[in-house]
């Protein structure tokens, strides 16, 4: 699998295919191809959504807006409304509509389809039960927003690899430095 997929909702992983991006901004979706295997990695299609340069340009622009709305949320303030209408307006179109076949189910889709069915995501990541549950990566590199559902919502970090371990070996060699600096001190 080329992307990762560890924040509880298609619309958040959405999001964060722009990776770090307080410090060195990692795209994710470099060409149409990658947006691709983004939605059938997914689950959102099984086959291929055959994007153009131009159905990408139309992503970048849905996906910031999401990143905008879920960073508000986090972050306790009003939505942008520019954000807000590209948002609603990508989900007012026809989403991924799954076809029943004599041996199962195919879900094809256009990329602008595929698009809705994000959009749909993350009005209700937004909006719904996990609303309350949202928090921002502790890894301050990372920029992930993820859904908390562990128990007491104790959760720090979107995945042990890398942030949990990177975030636990910061901790480690912060104990060290402070061990040492102790030991130095009382001498
Ligand atoms: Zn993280």
Redesign the pocket.
Known sequence: MKHSFVCGNPALDFAATVRSRLETPLEMFSSPESLNSWFRESGIVDGDTNCEPADLEQALVIREAIYSLVHAKVAGDGYDGDALSIVNDTARTPPVTPQLTPNGRVTEATPMEALSTVARHAIEVLSGSDAPLLKE???HE???V?IDRSRGARRE???MD??GNKMKAAAYRARKREDKLASATAK
Do not use: D, I, L
Request: glycine letters at 0%.
């Open positions: 990566c502790a890894n990372c920029t992930r993820y970090w979107c995945a890398p942030c």
